[in-house]
């Protein structure tokens, strides 16, 4: 059955990393906005933030715009999920004899190696512009696996907005909220620079402590509770979201 499930799953998701060769600007165009971002901050608003950080300002800044990057590709697995919907595709998969897991998964891993490219690209533009690390081989595979775990959890959420969507607008609309998340947070500029009530928000949001955790890995600096609250954080919307999601799969096909 294991061996089933897996081949399903391999077979589907080369079905769907062909979509993306065949269409390279998907990774292209959700890289386009992160490099946007960062050129804006680095030679535009990075003079006039003070963030008290012993790095330069795109070291401060590029956890934040890693997690922008990966928001903004996620939005592509809800996209093609809603195409395959209208598209009576799902309905031929049920028809012939594959594991019903395997279509979701199929989606999720396409979007982990997408958004992993993604990441890499705006890391190597990063790096051009100033980004340096003196982080042990440990501290980068550390970076990894959360960006990795940030990628599934937020690529579940998109699945459940691809299955509940009823229009294109709808299903990569969603995205929007979590592009938007890291701008309230530690990503660009300290919290405690913040009104009251913003600076609250700001400290007890996930993207903060994962930020944070990212920011002091870079740095060779200590994580403190940052890394648990930020892995609490990921593991319960990672569980949650994709429970509501093999739920809402059944649902659509019963």
């Given at each position: ?30 890289a386009?906005?992160p ?29 934040g ?31 012939m ?7 979701l ?91 009251g ?31 648990w ?24 096909l019963?």
């Open positions: 059955m294991t061996t089933h499930v897996l081949g399903d799953t391999g077979v589907l998701t080369g079905r769907s990393l062909r979509h993306i060769l065949r269409s390279p600007d998907t990774i292209i165009t959700t386009v906005t490099v946007a971002l960062m050129l804006l901050f680095v030679f535009v608003l990075g003079g006039a933030i003070t963030t008290g950080y012993d790095g330069s300002y795109v070291d401060y800044m590029l956890p715009i890693l997690l922008i990057t990966i928001a903004s590709g996620v939005a592509y697995t809800s996209y093609r999920l809603f195409l395959d919907l209208q598209g009576g595709i799902f309905e031929r998969f049920q028809s004899p594959i594991a019903r897991s395997s279509v998964w199929a989606h999720v891993l396409t979007s982990l190696a997408a958004n992993l490219v993604s990441v890499v690209i705006v890391t190597g533009v990063a790096l051009i512009l100033g980004f340096r690390s003196g982080a042990s081989v440990g501290a980068w595979l550390a970076v990894a696996g959360i960006l990795i775990l940030f990628t599934l959890a937020l690529t579940w959420i998109a699945v459940v907005a691809g299955l509940s969507a009823k229009s294109i607008d709808g299903a990569s609309g969603f995205s929007y909220p979590l592009i938007f998340l890291p701008f309230i947070s530690s990503a660009f500029v300290p919290t405690d620079s913040m009104p009530p913003v600076a609250w928000f700001a400290e007890n949001q996930p993207v903060t402590s994962i930020v944070d955790t990212l920011r002091a890995l870079f740095a060779q600096q200590s994580v403190g509770t940052d890394i609250i930020a892995l609490a954080w990921l593991v319960g919307i990672l569980v949650v979201a994709y429970l509501a999601a093999v739920a809402l799969y059944r649902r659509k019963s």
